[in-house]
């Protein structure tokens, strides 16, 4: 068994791109409830190309396990597949998120970053420990990790050895806020912007806001301004699915876009379907200056057209004023940070080594087993028999310490 990862992140994708690839999270979760049983193994591969030579000839699924990371700004897949079938197995997970997003397998797999064995566990710890977030260090993404675990785990997708690594992610983020100053520094990008618009208001309870978008990241804000005593929020969709989400959150749809921005005081956009709110859809509203606004795009793909910031009367924050306004943080942290990560990755593989050793061991004795029962059958009487008995289970003896004496080897060379 190898461990595999698929990942596409705001570091290169878009964020309704990544929306749309996390429509995918139940299919892919489904190969896993449908693998053949929980395998064992020791991690290792290499990259995969997929050639005339790829198909489906071994009659049996090459995913074992697989738990699935959607935030609103990743999503990725962890899996356990069959060393052999390595190639089966990311045709496999890429087919069934193409089908479940309607993007082509190509578009798919020119999304997705593929890691394997040490580099994958690396990549998912420092993912849980907020490294590979926007603002480095922040802390919600761990309970991101420990809740897609149990989504897996209630799917019947998440097995020993994933059950194992998240479990290991979560522990090493906890060593690394421990270790290291990252998490004071480490507040959400929704949390970071609502401080950067929220300076010019009484307070948020009194603040009329408007929300564009609908995806994760629109959930996120909406929680974000409840928590600080927000209550009255619009949403607008562009793609028409704002009834939806704002009802059963209690917010109200907004049907009209441009009486909602007239009213509001706030307007939060985070579609990621680039230029919703254009020169021409909000100069009119805002070109008076009679009511001051702050507008904040959280979206990868603007929503807004930064030249509305030289209106008069308007505040406007994007992702690139968040990152420069969070906290600088010195490279000594962040490289200590990298270096639990590099612990916990070698208990990772050593305890994937002792699962090797107890796959093999079990292997070994089986076959001898067989070896052992079909030579006493064909000695002439018991004594005979008991004594090839005894001789092929020194022979045994001196296998398995072979095998202990080369994992231990492996280990040392490691």
């Not at 461990?3 to 791109?17: F, I, K, N, R």
């Not at 009329?208 to 005593?229: D, I, N, P, Q």
Request: with cysteine; proline share 3%.
């Amino acid at each position: 068994m190898i461990l595999l990862a698929l990942s596409a992140s705001h570091c290169d994708v878009a964020l309704a791109t990544i929306e749309r690839l996390s429509a995918a999270a139940s299919n892919v979760r489904a190969l896993g409830a449908d693998g053949p049983g929980l395998g064992l193994g020791s991690g290792g591969g290499s990259g995969f190309g997929f050639g005339n030579g790829a198909g489906f000839g071994n009659g049996a699924p090459a995913v074992r396990e697989v738990v699935t990371l959607a935030t609103c700004n990743r999503f990725e897949v962890y899996a356990v597949v069959d060393a052999g079938a390595a190639k089966d197995a990311t045709r496999e997970l890429i087919e069934a998120i193409a089908n479940a997003t309607g993007l082509s397998f190509d578009s798919v797999l020119s999304l997705l970053v593929a890691r394997h064995g040490q580099d994958a566990a690396r990549h998912l710890f420092a993912v849980a420990a907020g490294l590979e977030s926007m603002i480095v260090g922040e802390r919600e993404i761990v309970g991101q990790v420990a809740c897609a675990l149990s989504e897996a785990r209630a799917e019947g997708s998440a097995g020993h050895v994933l059950g194992r690594l998240f479990q290991t992610a979560i522990r090493v983020s906890r060593e690394v806020e421990a270790a290291t100053s990252l998490a004071s520094h480490g507040r959400s990008i929704v949390a970071t912007g609502l401080d950067m618009v929220g300076g010019a208001l009484e307070n948020w309870g009194a603040a009329r806001v408007l929300l564009v978008g609908t995806g994760k990241f629109a959930g996120a804000c909406l929680s974000a301004l409840r928590a600080r005593g927000c209550t009255n929020v619009q949403v607008y969709s562009p793609s028409g699915r704002a009834r939806d989400f704002a009802l059963p959150r209690g917010a109200a749809p907004a049907d009209d876009v441009q009486r909602a921005l007239r009213h509001a005081d706030v307007v939060i956009a985070s579609s990621g379907r680039g230029n919703v709110l254009d020169a021409r859809t909000l100069a009119p509203v805002f070109a008076g200056g009679e009511h001051p606004v702050a507008l904040l795009d959280l979206a990868l793909a603007r929503d807004i057209d930064p030249d509305v910031r030289y209106l008069p009367g308007v505040t406007f924050v994007d992702l690139a004023a968040i990152k420069a306004a969070a906290p600088q943080i010195s490279t000594e942290p962040v490289a200590r940070a990298h270096a639990v990560v590099a612990r916990g990755v070698e208990r990772w593989q050593a305890w994937m080594s002792e699962q090797s050793i107890s796959d093999e061991v079990r292997a070994i004795v089986d076959q001898a087993s067989r070896e052992i029962d079909a030579a006493c059958r064909a000695t002439a009487g018991e004594r005979q028999a008991r004594a090839v008995r005894a001789e092929m289970r020194r022979e045994l003896h001196r296998r398995l310490q072979r095998v202990r004496h080369a994992h231990a080897a492996g280990r040392v060379a490691r």
